[in-house]
């Protein structure tokens, strides 16, 4: 199948490691100029090395705690190089814990890296898009906006806020050639399932290893998932073959969520 991605030009957020990194490598793979997004300057320039470099690739520091400075770096690369026609919004989530005993500093500081970043990305590259008649904009965020997970209270909420704002956004954008759509990654070999196995090992009494096999067996498929099956997903939607593909969450999750 010809995606028909050559030389669209894609912002990926949190792309120096796991589900990012490997959707910046499948997007760059299909002749995507591909810019990375993250705090850290060297992780970031580590990752550029490993793009295909017949392509037109380039990285922007950012740190999504702050989304006014987000937003001017992103309009400030756009003026100065070009606009771009895919964003993957993908930002680590929320520590763990139960939602009662959560503080509203977590809950604010979760909306922020969320729900306002997303946003403000959405602000700073729709225009440039619709000129194009083409956009995609792909959100990162978690089965549990189709099923809450138990010892995650402040992300089930913030990740329900953000398919929410996703859903609304839809709705308004569609009708110039901009699709937004949510990706929901089930058990995937992160550092993110890495610290969560270790939580759930600590609480439980068992073993990480122990852990592991546990929630393997929570998926039909008994294993986890690599960041490139997730990867390849949102390549999938980014592209010109899922062009009437608009509004809805994809679980990647080996078909752990019970919900249709």
Not at 183 to 208: D, H, M, S, W, Y
Request: net charge neutral; hydrophobic share 40%.
């Amino acid at each position: 199948m010809d995606l028909k991605l050559n030389n669209k030009n894609a912002l990926v957020c949190g792309s120096t490691q796991g589900i990012g990194k490997a959707t910046a490598m499948a997007l760059a793979a299909e002749g995507v100029n591909v810019t990375l997004a993250a705090r850290n300057r060297d992780k970031l320039k580590a990752v550029l090395a490993e793009l295909p470099q017949h392509r037109n690739h380039s990285y922007i520091v950012a740190d999504f705690s702050n989304p006014r400075d987000l937003q001017e770096q992103v309009i400030n690369f756009v003026e100065k190089n070009h606009g771009f026609h895919i964003v993957i919004n993908n930002t680590g989530g929320p520590r763990s814990g139960g939602i009662l005993t959560a503080s509203l500093e977590e809950f604010e500081n979760a909306f922020t890296q969320h729900v306002k970043c997303n946003h403000v990305l959405a602000q700073a590259t729709i225009p440039f898009m619709k000129t194009e008649g083409f956009g995609r904009i792909i959100n990162v965020i978690s089965t549990s906006v189709k099923e809450p997970i138990p010892g995650l209270g402040v992300s089930n909420t913030i990740r329900g806020a953000v398919g929410n704002w996703s859903k609304t956004l839809s709705l308004e954008v569609g009708a110039f050639g901009i699709t937004v759509n949510n990706v929901l990654p089930g058990f995937t070999e992160t550092e993110r399932l890495t610290q969560i196995i270790k939580i759930k090992a600590a609480n439980e009494g068992n073993t990480i290893e122990e852990m592991a096999e546990i929630m393997k067996n929570y998926t039909p498929i008994k294993r986890f998932a690599k960041p490139e099956e997730t990867a390849s997903v949102i390549t999938f939607l980014a592209s010109e073959a899922a062009s009437y593909v608009n509004g809805i969450n994809v679980p990647v999750d080996g078909g752990r969520t019970k919900s249709l």
